[in-house]
DNA sequence: AAAACTGTATTACTTGTGTGACACACCTTC
DNA sequence: GAAGGTGTGTCACACAAGTAATACAGTTTT
C-alpha cells in the first residue's frame, strides 16, 4: 500500500494533481508494483483533510491513463508493468530537472552554484 | 524593462502566480533595478495571451509585498532596494532546491544520480 | 440479513479567469 | 489654452475550473 507519510501539500497547484504526482513518484520509486491496492477515497482524503471527490478526481484520472483500475465497491489496484514504471520514472526525473534549470537560468544562478546548492541541502530533506 | 520572452506558461499552477514568480525571479537575477517600468497590464496580458485581469491580479499583489508601485494613469514601476533582492533571491532558490530534492527523494533517487541528471541536461535548456 | 466498507453520481460553493466599462494622465492638434 | 485621441490603472459582473457536501449503489464481512 502507497504512503502518504511524506505528502507535502503545496499551494500553488491543484490539490488533484498533487496527488497524482505524489502517486506515480511512488511508483517511479518502485514502492508501489502491479497489484498494489491503493487507499481507498474516503480514507485518504480524511488524511489529507480533502474532499473525498478530490481523491476521485485524481483516481479518476489515473484511472485513464492505464495506472490504476477500479470497479464498483471493490478496492482499487494499481495495474503496471516495468516498461510504464521505467517510462513515467524518466519522465518525472527529466521534468523536474528541466524545471529547476529553467528556473535557475532565470534567476541567472550558475550552474555551479545551483549544484553546490543543491547538494548542501541535500541532507536536510527529510526522505 | 523586464523581459517575458522566456515566459512558459504551465498548467498545473494559476498564471497570475506563475507571472508573480517571473518577476520575482527577473529581480534576483538582477535583470530589474529599482525605477524600472514594468509592462502595462494590456500589453503583458497580449503578449501573454490572457486577460489583462489576470495580469493586473499578479500587479495587485506584488503591489501589497511592496515590489511595484502602480497610480491610476501612470505606469507602474518598480520599487525595491538591495536587500530585499537578496532576500526573494535566497528564498527563490532555496525553495526551488528544496521542491526539487523533495521530488527526488519521493522517486528514491540518489543524490549523485539527482546532481548528474541536472548537470547533463544543464546546457540544453535555453537561457 | 445487517453492518461497514467500497466506488459513483448529482449538486452547490469557492477560486481563477474572461469580458466589458469606467476614470485618470499624457501627448498631439487645433 | 481647449479638444480629442491613446495610453495608463481600476472596478463590477459573467463564465469556468477546483473543491466540498450529500446521496446513491455495489462488495465484503460478520
Known sequence: MISFDDFIPNDTSPIYL??????????????????DEVPSRRSLSALLGVNPNTVQKSYHILEEEGIIFSSPG?????????QKIALIRAQLLGDQAKEMIHAMKQMRISKEEAL????SLWEDIPS
Open 74 to 82: 471493490a478496492k482499487s489496484c494499481v495495474t503496471i508493468d516495468q
Open 116 to 119: 553546490a546548492t543543491l547538494s
Open 18 to 35: 498533487q496527488i497524482i504526482l505524489h502517486i506515480k513518484r511512488g511508483i517511479a520509486a518502485g514502492n508501489v508494483v502491479d497489484g
